[in-house]
């Protein structure tokens, strides 16, 4: 039997589980060293973890003759956790990142520096009284935490010193079940709260998706169609809310909601960007405005060395802008074998106090404006819908009552005298 061979125990044998494979790493005089690689989760997922088990040689060769333990005849080459990808996945998956920060492989090979003691004799920390003790101590010589460097060493010499063993399993991001959680993902509302707003739900989306189906149409923006769904559909009142009277809306008693970042995001994921802008602006504005054009087939090539001198100078990181304008006070520029002070100055005329503003106190102010702003969002969709209430109140009238009519517009002498008073009116502006 050879380091990294799988073994089951079908009905359980002392601390082995049998819902559980072992991996055997090395037989001593006295004592077997087996690995156990991942730690199942209460939902049935295999996290990323190493534990050794040390069973005596006797018990071990007893229970392998028994049929206790069996001898699956597989090597392992990669960790439970990393069983729905393969070593050439990983490998195209590099490939198809031209410009990554750090490449899968570096980091691999980087949690391979860190281990090189535990890996370059294992047998130091395998025959030792207490094995992840040993591995323990390691950890703290490279100032590493132990359960990592542990579960990078173990795993490295039980899969077969297969460096892609050391990969993590991102694999699994944005991959768990959102729906079935009550809780509201996304950005935070700054002035209502985190949990404001309605979680992911089948029968609220539908709503929304059969209220754009019904009001969507040429002319009509995103926003007006979701005001329409929130007064028609969802019966919602309007309240004000807070000392500056902002407006929101105020849904029947049991009856959830989407906010508007919310109502484009499913919107987008069941229509289209494309097929919504279609709906909302016609297909000859989206082909001649919207659409990128692909230009001519050697148009990339005219200014070739531009862009090339362009991508060598480029810079990925860029400055804070807010705050250099208002941090640096005096510049000192030499020129021409003299030095010459330059002094901070205001866009426009003002106090010249603005200058001495500190970084404190403008996060304090950003916060401050980013909070109104957050209300500001609900209060401008609330004051609309509250518009169409109101039209339908005074008016007796649906707010789908008016027809848009196409052609061009008529050349009556009516129609000729409007458009001569707009254009006077239009001169007098810009004289003034």
Not at 56 to 81: N, Y
Not at 111 to 136: C, G, H, Q, V, Y
Request: net charge neutral; hydrophobic share 35%; charged share 30%.
């Amino acid at each position: 039997m050879q380091c990294g061979s799988i073994l089951d125990a079908p009905n359980g044998f002392g601390v082995l589980r049998k819902d559980l494979d072992y991996v055997f790493l090395v037989s001593g005089k006295e004592r077997v060293l087996l690995a156990q690689l991942g730690t199942p989760n209460s939902k049935g997922k295999i996290n990323p973890g190493a534990h050794l088990i040390p069973l005596l040689r006797d018990d071990f060769e007893e229970a392998l003759d028994a049929g206790l333990l069996l001898d699956t005849g597989e090597i392992i080459t990669l960790p439970p956790w990393l069983d729905e990808i393969s070593e050439n996945d990983l490998e195209l998956c590099d490939a198809r990142r031209p410009k990554p920060k750090i490449f899968h492989k570096d980091r691999a090979e980087g949690r391979l520096l860190k281990i090189a003691e535990a890996i370059s004799d294992p047998r130091t920390w395998m025959f030792a009284e207490d094995p992840e003790r040993a591995l323990n101590h390691m950890a703290r010589t490279e100032g590493c935490n132990e359960t990592r460097y542990r579960t990078w060493a173990i795993t490295y010499v039980a899969c077969s010193r297969n460096i892609w063993a050391l990969h993590s399993p991102w694999h699994n991001i944005g991959r768990w079940a959102r729906k079935l959680h009550q809780k509201k993902f996304g950005r935070p509302s700054l002035r209502f709260g985190t949990r404001y707003g309605s979680a992911e739900d089948p029968e609220l989306t539908q709503k929304y998706v059969a209220g754009y189906e019904e009001y969507a149409k040429l002319g009509r923006t995103l926003q007006e169609v979701y005001d329409l769904i929130m007064v028609k559909r969802l019966k919602c009142k309007i309240a004000s809310h807070g000392k500056q009277k902002f407006k929101v809306f105020i849904p029947p008693a049991g009856q959830g909601f989407y906010t508007y970042d919310q109502f484009r995001y499913r919107l987008i994921k069941k229509f289209g960007l494309e097929q919504i802008q279609m709906d909302l602006y016609g297909e000859i504005r989206v082909r001649t405005k919207m659409t990128p054009s692909k230009g001519k087939y050697a148009e990339h090539l005219v200014n070739l060395m531009e862009e090339v001198e362009a991508d060598a100078f480029s810079c990925a990181e860029l400055p804070r802008g807010y705050v250099m304008d208002l941090c640096v006070r005096h510049l000192w520029i030499e020129l021409d074998g003299r030095l010459y002070q330059l002094d901070a100055e205001l866009k426009v005329g003002g106090d010249t106090d603005d200058l001495y503003v500190s970084l404190s106190e403008l996060e304090q102010f950003a916060e401050a404006r980013a909070e109104i702003n957050s209300a500001f969002r609900q209060h401008r969709r609330a004051a609309s819908a509250e518009g169409i209430i109101r039209f339908e109140e005074d008016t007796g009238d649906d707010w789908d009552s008016i027809q848009r009519k196409t052609g061009r517009p008529k050349k009556t002498a009516q129609a000729r005298q409007e458009e001569r008073e707009a254009k006077q009116q239009g001169s007098r502006g810009r004289r003034a």
